[in-house]
């Protein structure tokens, strides 16, 4: 017995069942199962978004990253700058300087050896109070 899946999609992966019942002659019958796993391999949908922060404040931007298998690199970057090579990126203490677009990128390699590479962009604004200058007029 054959069981054909067309246009595979990740929603495929997972456990498939065969079970055939057979009527033998004498009036009896029989039956066999056998299972098999179906791995579906595809690059990093990583996700982007908005995230806001007062200046001062501690912040951590996450690369939510779904894939299979799992990525092997991530890469964090801003105006072309690499920041860091881990999943989250984390800013101790922000300056309104910080706010901007952040870059992450995450690649997963295949069985086959071949890469499969996501990136999305996560704008963080940086929020200060308003300050007032003034000077006297002579």
Request: net charge negative; charged share 25%; hydrophobic share 25%.
């Amino acid at each position: 017995m054959t069981y054909n899946i067309e246009d595979v999609s990740r929603t495929d992966d997972g456990e498939y069942v065969c079970t055939a019942t057979a009527e033998f002659h004498d009036g009896t019958t029989g039956s066999g199962q056998g299972t098999t796993q179906l791995f579906i391999q595809y690059s990093p949908d990583v996700e982007g978004g908005e995230v806001s922060c007062k200046e001062g404040d501690a912040i951590t931007l996450h690369c939510e990253v779904d894939a299979n298998p799992e990525p092997h690199t991530y890469t964090w970057t801003k105006d072309g700058q690499r920041l860091s090579d881990q999943q989250n990126h984390t800013i101790q203490a922000t300056h309104r300087d910080q706010a901007g677009d952040y870059n992450c990128t995450a690649i997963n390699q295949f069985h086959d050896g071949s890469e499969g590479k996501g990136h999305a962009v996560i704008k963080l604004e940086v929020q200060y109070p308003y300050r007032t200058i003034c000077s006297e007029l002579k």
